[in-house]
């Protein structure tokens, strides 16, 4: 995916200025437009950064939850947001982090071993058939594959061929290869070279 295509993806609302200014003005909106910019963003290690850090100040809330003296109704809500949130977080972590190994695994079916037939990948994987081309086709949107699409007829996944230009210059000239032959008219004897199907003596027009 490339950088403009990103930057349409991510809306305003989900940009890192607003968010950090709903953080400081109503915080709780502020973490749910974090957890909104890590599914599009798909990064597990800042998921999981993330996760730490509300994991850190639910312990931070309930330390004051248990030693302050003054009324802790108000610590109590966001202890338990920052616990809902960090949990929410690591889960998707731990989610992106097994979703890329498998992406991995058909990229390496798909462009190393030369499998193509959905079918044959889906016994690689050990997965259903109805899976394994989800999963394909979500790697295509997101341009794992660029270029590349699914022939229902074939049930595979075809990847964009070489150009023309590539493939007439790795394509032998076989016209010049092709040697002479020197055959012998039984009518006349004369000696004919025949580069040709065509077998006619020149000398006599006799077949070859």
Do not use: H
């Amino acid at each position: 995916m490339n950088n403009n295509d990103y930057k349409k993806k991510v809306k305003t609302l989900y940009s890192w200025p607003v968010i950090i200014i709903f953080i400081i003005v109503f915080w709780p909106f502020g973490m749910y437009l974090i957890y909104k910019r890590i599914n599009i963003n798909k990064k597990r290690g800042f998921a999981r950064y993330i996760s730490y850090f509300c994991f850190l100040m639910t312990a931070v809330g309930i330390l004051v939850t248990l030693t302050s003296s003054d009324n802790t109704k108000e610590s109590i809500a966001p202890t338990i947001l920052f616990f809902v949130v960090g949990v929410a977080l690591f889960r998707l972590s731990k989610k992106l982090a097994f979703k890329a190994e498998k992406y991995e695994k058909y990229t390496s079916i798909i462009t190393n071993e030369k499998q193509l037939i959905i079918d044959n990948i889906a016994e690689a994987m050990s997965l259903p058939t109805n899976v394994v081309r989800k999963d394909l086709n979500d790697m295509i949107n997101n341009e794992y594959f660029q270029g590349a699409y699914i022939n229902n007829s074939t049930n595979e996944i075809v990847l964009p061929q070489q150009s023309k230009g590539n493939i007439n210059e790795t394509t032998p000239n076989y016209e010049s290869k092709i040697e002479a032959k020197v055959v012998t008219c039984k009518c006349c004897g004369a000696q004919n070279k025949i580069t040709t199907s065509v077998v006619e003596c020149e000398y006599c027009g006799s077949p070859l």
